[in-house]
């Protein structure tokens, strides 16, 4: 009794499922994959074409586009009916494929060939043999052939794909030397950092020059890199200053020697400053961008550029080319209105003054340290350039202004500072020969403590 019962619930239970599956079989998966063969004979698959699968036992249409890998799918046909599907895209003669069953998991491929782009319609496909479950063998939309338009259509669009894959595949190669060239170049910039610290000039000028060596690989490879170009002037400057050097210290150049040695290291300043101002003109250029990390990113390379602009323009201009002060000023200008940090904008404050000092610009560069003075009086360094500045323009009446700066000066900057003996020398000066005495400053009391 207990078995029989039991074995009756297991039947109900079978029967059930049995019930659930043939309700679930009403529909079905249809699978299928769109080909193109090209002129070698080889099939690739076809991606975004156009598919339109029409029912033909009653009126229904379903329509998709393949995918990348050529591929599309319906997964809800009805199994009881017949399907044909039709292909087409605008590189190819649409081609149909009859007699289709959905939820049968049978291959089902479609190929194209080079054509119009023509979308064929139901009756399109009747009328070529497509519109019954088995039509007449070798019925098939794509028997025309292509007209010549046609072919010079696919032609245009083959040489157009050539000629994108070209592209992209330098792109790729131009990436890959600029990684790698800008990876080897920033090793190299700072070993030459590390050998000039360490006071070996020539270690630090054979890194300069190999890291200037890796940025123009990396420059002929995409030209239009400003961190490169950046970095490059960079090195430059560095190999430039350590040249001067060598050359002003060097006890085994006669003058002719030295004299070229000195415009070799000019020649660096000035490369350092062309390059430099094509890096931050490429970055002006640049719209600025609105993600915070490329808003970081971009910041960084301008500011990076203008600060190296204008380290290159005043050793261009002090040390090479005077004419060029009011480029120099510019690019201080720039970098200055871009420094966030007191310090380093002081720091660049009196750089500025002092390279329109060198480069004979007296005006400008007594406006200048006016400038710090006006907000910092007791500055050694521009009291010291504003005196200069107003002594170096030889008029008589102004010496005793230039007297005051020199005084302050020599009051205010520490016995250590090596302008002070010259400072004195100046003041002593104008004192015998012009009869020029400085007017003593009015310093604040000292508080008891």
């Not at 200008?333 to 009196?350: G, H, M, N, R």
Request: proline share 6%; charged share 25%.
């Amino acid at each position: 009794m207990i078995g029989k019962t039991f074995f009756g619930a297991l039947a109900v239970a079978v029967l059930v499922a049995s019930a659930s599956l043939t309700a679930v079989a009403q529909v079905g998966e249809l699978r299928c994959h769109v080909w193109m063969q090209q002129a070698d004979g080889q099939k690739v698959p076809l991606a975004d074409a156009q598919v339109d699968v029409f029912r033909t036992d009653m009126a229904a249409k379903y329509n998709t586009k393949t995918n990348k890998k050529g591929e599309f799918v319906f997964a809800g046909l009805p199994f009881i009916g017949t399907f044909t599907i039709a292909a087409s895209h605008p590189t190819a003669a649409p081609n149909f494929l009859p007699g289709v069953k959905a939820g049968r998991e049978l291959p089902c491929d479609l190929t194209l060939t080079p054509g119009n782009g023509k979308r064929l319609t139901f009756e399109e496909i009747k009328g070529a043999g497509g519109g019954s479950p088995t039509p007449p063998a070798g019925s098939d939309a794509s028997a025309s052939k292509p007209s010549e338009a046609d072919k010079a259509k696919i032609e245009e669009l083959k040489k157009k794909n050539a000629e994108i894959e070209a592209g992209n595949k330098k792109i790729t190669e131009a990436n890959e030397i600029i990684a790698r060239t800008f990876k080897a170049g920033n090793e190299a910039l700072q070993a030459g950092s590390a050998a000039s610290r360490a006071g070996n000039s020539d270690e630090a000028i054979a890194r300069y020059t190999a890291a200037v060596t890796q940025y123009d690989e990396g420059l002929a490879a995409d030209p239009d890199q400003p961190a490169i170009l950046t970095n490059k002037a960079v090195a430059l400057k560095g190999r430039g200053v350590e040249r001067f050097n060598a050359a002003v210290r060097s006890k085994t150049l006669d003058d002719a020697g030295r004299t070229a040695a000195i415009q070799t290291a000019k020649d660096d300043f000035k490369a350092a400053a062309d390059t430099s101002a094509k890096a931050v003109t490429m970055i002006k250029a640049q719209p600025v961008p609105t993600e915070a990390a490329d808003v970081q990113r971009y910041n960084g390379n301008k500011y990076a550029a203008l600060l190296t602009q204008a380290e290159s323009m005043r050793l261009y201009v002090s040390k090479g080319d005077p004419t060029q002060a009011d480029a120099g000023l510019a690019a201080y200008k720039d970098y200055i209105a871009v420094e966030t940090d007191p310090a380093k904008k002081a720091k660049a404050q009196l750089d500025m003054a002092q390279m329109l000092l060198d480069s004979g610009a007296a005006d400008k560069a007594l406006t200048e340290f006016k400038t710090i003075l006006a907000t910092t009086p007791d500055s050694p360094e521009a009291n010291l350039g504003a005196g200069l500045a107003v002594y170096a323009t030889g008029d008589k009446a102004k010496f005793q202004e230039a007297a005051n700066y020199l005084q302050k000066f020599v009051e205010v900057a520490p016995d250590t500072n090596p302008m002070k003996a010259d400072a004195k020398a100046i003041l002593t000066e104008l004192k015998n020969t012009e009869n020029v005495t400085p007017k003593k400053t009015t310093r604040p009391p000292r508080r008891k403590p």
